[in-house]
């Protein structure tokens, strides 16, 4: 979970490779109404999410039911955006931490994808770090793709029990 530019999909893409589970990049599952509404520098409601939420959640909710685990990528901004995935099973959270100035530094680099820089601002007034009853963590992502890789395999629960 993070701001846009954060490195979510590279890290949770890399942890699910290395787990051996299968990964989504929530991403990929925005409706293309919310792609329009965020190509356009328009910020997402709570109402424009809950979609996007529920299928991350029924997501979730059919790994646990197999018992192979999975990744998921996604914004999870808010403590309710994270409740809401949480009722679909049992969820470890990592919050890949950046400073806005770094993160404008990145999103401005970037080509191809749907999230302008304007709407940066938003997801930081949006974001709700991680609450110390979540069961979770997080990790500075200001560093290289090792560094926050190393980070979090050493952050990562031994026994999901």
């Not at 952050?155 to 999901?160: A, H, I, K, W, Y």
Request: aromatic fraction near 6%.
């Amino acid at each position: 979970m993070g701001v846009s530019s954060s490195g979510k999909s590279t890290v949770a893409g890399l942890l699910a490779s290395r787990l051996g589970v299968p990964f989504l990049d929530g991403d990929d599952v925005h409706s293309p109404e919310n792609l329009r509404k965020m190509s356009s520098g328009i910020p997402l409601t709570d109402l424009d999410r809950a979609p996007w939420l529920d299928a991350l959640a029924s997501w979730i909710g059919e790994h646990e039911q197999r018992g192979c685990g999975g990744v998921v990528a996604c914004s999870a901004l808010k403590r309710a955006y994270r409740d809401r995935l949480r009722s679909a099973g049992r969820i470890w959270f990592l919050q890949l931490e950046l400073a806005p100035d770094l993160a404008a530094r990145r999103i401005s680099g970037r080509t191809g994808h749907f999230m302008p820089p304007a709407l940066l601002a938003s997801q930081f007034d949006a974001l709700e770090p991680l609450e110390p009853d979540e069961w979770g963590a997080t990790v500075s992502a200001a560093g290289t793709v090792g560094e926050v890789m190393a980070a979090v395999e050493s952050l990562l629960p031994r026994d999901p029990g």
